[in-house]
């Protein structure tokens, strides 16, 4: 299954992004899993990537949503700017090395 965005991106099956937000300002890519991991990590770096090569001028934010937290990384997520909110009892908050 092949699909275009309102942007005119194309992706197909092996390459779906679980969300999209669209907002004023900017889009946010986000990946959702149960823990965050290498998986989610490469996802949204790859998907960022992808749509910045068809969407050059739309601002582009990358997101993880999880339940439970890897601290390594998400030292890591913050370093490539990869906010990481975690889903605790129906609420979402973002995550921080902080926190940890």
């Not at 937000?21 to 998986?39: A, C, G, P, S």
């Amino acid at each position: 299954m092949i699909f275009a965005n309102k942007y005119g991106s194309v992706f197909d099956w092996r390459k779906s992004i679980d969300l999209v937000v669209h907002t004023d300002q900017e889009i946010w890519i986000i990946e959702v899993k149960l823990k965050l991991n290498w998986e989610a990590f490469g996802q949204v770096i790859a998907y960022e990537h992808l749509f910045r090569k068809e969407n050059p001028k739309v601002q582009v934010q990358k997101g993880i949503v999880c339940k439970d937290i890897d601290p390594e990384i998400l030292a890591i997520c913050e370093e490539f700017n990869i906010k990481v909110f975690m889903c605790q009892d129906g609420k979402f908050k973002l995550a921080s090395m902080e926190m940890q």
